[in-house]
């Protein structure tokens, strides 16, 4: 079984920064790609930023040079850091594998806004 649990959301001005952090447990984690996804009020969930096991990132073209995602495979978990935040960053943030697992965590909110 899968877990994900997310942290670091909260509530931030325009052009400040957060760091979110999310422990996964399985053994799986080191052999598949990891990804950061959110999801805003009225819209699809979507994928932000995710990276390979090999180190290769790729991120959403809204958030590409402000977010950048990490892994600590000793530790499980995987980072993204957000800087530069935005009013439409405002979503709750999940992470999960990509392809992704069925189980997802609480996700983490995070709210841009003055």
């Known amino acids: 079984q899968v877990q994900f649990v997310e942290s670091g959301g909260g509530l931030v001005q325009p052009g400040g920064s957060l760091r979110l952090s999310c422990a996964a447990s399985g053994r799986l984690f080191t052999i598949v790609d990891m990804g950061w996804y959110r999801q805003a009020p009225g819209k699809q969930r979507e994928l932000v930023a995710v990276?390979?096991?090999?180190?290769?990132?790729n991120y959403a073209d809204s958030v590409k040079g402000r977010f950048t995602i990490s892994r600590v495979y000793a530790k499980n978990t995987v980072d993204l850091q957000m800087n530069s935040l935005k009013p439409e960053d405002t979503a709750v943030y999940y992470c999960?594998?990509?392809?992704?697992?069925?189980?997802w965590g609480q996700g983490t909110q995070v709210t841009v806004s003055s």
């Open positions: 990276m390979t096991p090999g180190g290769i990132t």
């Open positions: 999960n594998a990509r392809p992704t697992y069925d189980s």
